[in-house]
T-cell receptor
Framework: GAGVSQSPRYKVAKRGQDVALRCDPI?????LFWYQQALGQGPEFLTY????????KSGLPSDRFFAERPEGSVSTLKIQRTQQEDSAVYLC????????????FGPGTRLTVL | GDSVTQMEGPVTLSEEAFLTINCTYT??????LFWYVQYPGEGLQLLLK?????DKGSNKGFEATYRKETTSFHLEKGSVQVSDSAVYFC????????????FGTGTQLKVEL
């Protein structure tokens, strides 16, 4: 079956622009996670959804970052007024249920802010 | 807070050599432990996992044992192949927090003929 998909795969933005990154989880997966991976580093947690409810947003680095999953399926990570330090790969992962701890990752969106 | 420390790379080995990548963790309670692998140009894939102390996770010839007394989850493989060249990430998650993952910084493995 289809895995987790993300779009766009690459995004170049000028500093100050707003961007929107999309994640399509595996069908039927209840849990959805966003991670940020800086160059040469491991992924870092940003936020977590269970269905449409955002249960944990403790990893969002600033109020410029906003995520939503309005129908409990597709999710969008929005970054307002992008800064150079936002340049990273943004990974989305989904999991069958909260009690099931294996996460399946998408290919990521590489964001470059000039 | 939770953290994972793994050995820095790159690690360069000859084909058929023995591999060890060290991983230690700090966490409250009883986390689940994972090794993820990222092949060039591909997304993160789960390699193996262990959910309680003394469990051994294994897959594709790789093994790791959950050692609570040393808070470690070292990755081993008896005979590496060129196709094992990738970046390996050790990670943990705790139930009750949605099972969000805390990753180490990754170790790049290069296997040469």
């Amino acid at each position: 079956g289809a895995g987790v998909s993300q779009s766009p795969r690459y995004k170049v933005a000028k500093r100050g622009q707003d961007v929107a990154l999309r994640c399509d989880p595996i069908s039927g997966h209840v849990s959805l996670f966003w991670y940020q991976q800086a160059l040469g580093q491991g992924p870092e947690f940003l936020t977590y959804f269970q269905n449409e409810a955002q249960l944990d947003k403790s990893g969002l680095p600033s109020d410029r970052f906003f995520a939503e999953r309005p129908e409990g399926s597709v999710s969008t990570l929005k970054i307002q007024r992008t800064q150079q330090e936002d340049s990273a790969v943004y990974l989305c992962a989904s999991s069958l249920a909260e009690s099931y701890n294996e996460q399946f990752f998408g290919p990521g969106t590489r964001l470059t802010v000039l | 807070g939770d953290s994972v420390t793994q050995m820095e790379g790159p690690v360069t080995l000859s084909e058929e050599a023995f591999l060890t990548i060290n991983c230690t963790y700090t966490a409250t309670g009883y986390p689940s432990l994972f090794w993820y692998v990222q092949y060039p140009g591909e997304g993160l894939q789960l390699l193996l996992k262990a959910t309680k102390a003394d469990d051994k996770g294994s897959n594709k010839g790789f093994e790791a044992t959950y050692r609570k007394e040393t808070t470690s989850f070292h990755l081993e493989k008896g005979s590496v192949q060129v196709s094992d060249s990738a970046v390996y990430f050790c990670a943990l998650s705790r139930a009750g927090g949605g099972n969000k993952l805390t990753f180490g910084t990754g170790t790049q493995l290069k296997v040469e003929l």
